[in-house]
């Protein structure tokens, strides 16, 4: 019987975790600002939304400022393995969370923060 | 920015607001830059030569709106109302409107920053970043003129 012939080339599954993740990474580049912005938009729809529903208004600035800190975690994380991530979405990634902190410090009332 | 005419928000909101913008970004760069040299990881935002301007110029606006808050609290609360003058006015006091120009370099270093990361620093998009700090300048001209002659200018 023949072996299944894969039309793609196999990550190596012997030497760890963090080499199947760098070597995908490597043949998909897009892969990790894809995987920061799913993490973004998961946390902040999901909260919002939860929010939402559970209290009939949703503030929209502070889970976006707890999304992109979310995505920052997640981006240093993979900062500490060469290869997964590349400096300039890590700085987008910072830069992004800034805005979302801009919003948010402005858009508070006189009873908040 | 809805806060802005509402009963009791103003220039102090508003100046607070920029504080904590720049308190923010401190935080969040410093942290990166802790957590990459704790965990000797290979990718740094340290290794950045304009994040770590701005963060360098965020930090000298906070010592500059530290410094000027200081000077304008001592000058205010040295201040005299000398006995033998026939008005009774005051002869020295101080204005707490000059430390907002700290507060502006505040909002000038982040949208810069911003602007050059996510849009590019060749992009023909400067027009933005030009008239939205010409914006904040003119919101904080209005309140410094607001606190001094105490009129209402929204």
Request: with cysteine; glycine share 8%; aromatic share 14%.
């Amino acid at each position: 019987m023949q072996p299944f012939l894969y039309i793609y080339d196999l990550p190596n599954s012997t030497s760890g975790v963090d080499t199947i993740a760098t070597q995908t990474i490597t043949a998909v580049p897009a892969f990790t600002p894809l995987f920061l912005l799913f993490i973004f938009f998961l946390v902040f729809i999901g909260g919002s939304s939860r929010q939402k529903a559970k209290t009939g208004t949703a503030d929209f600035p502070l889970w976006s400022v707890i999304a992109g800190i979310s995505a920052l975690m997640i981006a240093l994380l993979m900062s500490t393995i060469t290869g997964i991530i590349q400096l300039q979405y890590l700085i987008i990634t910072v830069v992004i969370t800034i805005f979302c902190g801009v919003w948010f410090f402005l858009d508070r009332r006189p009873s908040e923060v | 920015m809805k806060f802005m005419n509402k009963k009791g928000e103003g220039i102090m909101q508003w100046s607070i607001a920029w504080v904590f913008v720049a308190l923010f970004i401190v935080a969040i760069i410093g942290f990166s830059i802790g957590f990459a040299r704790d965990n000797s990881s290979p990718v740094s935002i340290a290794d950045d030569s304009e994040l770590m301007n701005t963060y360098g110029n965020v930090t000298g606006n906070l010592e500059g709106f530290q410094t000027s808050s200081s000077e304008t609290l001592n000058s205010t609360l040295s201040t005299t109302i000398s006995p033998t003058s026939a008005s009774g006015t005051t002869t020295t006091a101080g204005q707490y409107s000059i430390t907002l120009n700290d507060l502006i370099g505040v909002a000038k270093n982040t949208l810069r920053v911003g602007y050059s990361k996510i849009f590019g620093s060749d992009s023909g998009f400067g027009i933005f970043i030009t008239t939205f700090l010409s914006v904040i300048a003119f919101i904080f001209g209005y309140y410094i003129i607001k606190a001094w002659i105490g009129r209402t200018p929204d």
